[in-house]
């Protein structure tokens, strides 16, 4: 699969390189702002990635902070025109919402992700996926069907010749729970079996065993990206939102309850043993 150009990550990336540039020049935002003629709030909510830029306002700022190399005009070009595209997610609005997660995914060169009660979508297979969707909701089966369609088509950063990497911690009661019946979960664990081979995924089952860990208060995602000008956010969904973590010591709690949970869970080999055993007590 050709992994996709995130706009959202692009975005984040213009800004933090205008935003350098402005310092090289020795302007302060206000400064800056009010030699553009622009309020205060518009220069700012550009270098925060909060609002794109147009080619009119990205050429005046050049302009003002005297960007006079070819190249550098050229790859902030670019990045401003892929800034503004649209990714495959788009025609899944619908279904992810306000939720920026699949886009980032797509530009992702590793992701860490704890799960406590579910599969993480990213492993889940069609007939769980329905199962889950039709959980507690009289849905039609078109708008379930519209999720699995939304579902899959993320799945395909896992594949590929550069495919992202996946770190995935899986509580051993998600794995327990008959979402879907015996039959849906023998597949599911059959699955969760075959991707832990995979030389991109490190898939760990944290056991009933570890007792009381550094997870229980809920699920988390960390992406990491490829450019070092792409700094690394988490995730934390709930039924009403979905939270971005930005800020550094914020993703460096992150980071530390997912080293725990690493040091709780089985390793990758221990864990595809107590997937197969886990098949064997399934009645199908």
Same mark, same amino acid.
């Given at each position: ?99 920026? &997660?699949?886009?980032? #995914? +797509?530009? @992702? !060169?590793?992701?860490?992700?704890? %799960? ?5 979508? /990213?492993? $889940? ?107 690394? &956010?988490?995730?934390? #969904? +709930?039924? @009403? !939102?979905?939270?971005?973590?930005? %800020? ?5 709690? /992150?980071? $530390? ?28």
């Amino acid at each position: 699969m050709r992994r996709m150009h995130s706009p959202t990550v692009r975005r984040r990336r213009l800004a933090a390189e205008l935003r350098k540039l402005r310092l090289s020049a020795k302007l302060g935002s206000a400064q800056a702002a009010k030699k553009l003629g622009w309020p205060a709030s518009k220069l700012t909510r550009i270098e925060r990635a909060e609002r794109g830029v147009a080619a009119p306002d990205l050429a005046a700022l050049l302009e003002l902070y005297e960007v006079n190399d070819p190249q550098t005009r050229n790859g902030l070009a670019a990045l401003q025109k892929q800034s503004k595209e649209r990714g495959w997610w788009y025609d899944y609005r619908d279904v992810f919402g306000g939720s920026a &997660l699949p886009d980032f #995914e +797509s530009e @992702a !060169s590793h992701i860490q992700t704890f %799960e406590g009660l579910a599969v993480p979508g /990213l492993l $889940e297979t069609p007939a769980y996926i329905k199962a889950a969707f039709r959980a507690g909701d009289a849905l039609p089966d078109s708008v379930v069907e519209r999720h699995l369609e939304a579902r899959l088509e993320r799945q395909r950063i896992l594949e590929g010749h550069n495919p992202a990497k996946l770190t995935a911690i899986i509580d051993e009661a998600a794995l327990r729970r008959m979402v879907g019946g015996t039959k849906v979960m023998y597949e599911q664990i059959q699955h969760l079996a075959h991707m832990a081979l995979r030389h991109n995924v490190d898939l760990r089952v944290l056991p009933f065993s570890a007792g009381a860990h550094a997870g229980m208060l809920g699920a988390f995602t960390l992406l990491h990206f490829p450019d070092p000008l792409d700094t690394s &956010l988490g995730f934390i #969904e +709930s039924v @009403a !939102s979905t939270l971005i973590v930005e %800020e550094p010591h914020q993703l460096e709690r /992150l980071s $530390e309850v997912f080293g725990h949970l690493q040091g709780s869970a089985l390793l990758p080999n221990q864990t595809v043993d107590f997937l197969h055993r886990m098949l064997d007590d399934i009645p199908v």
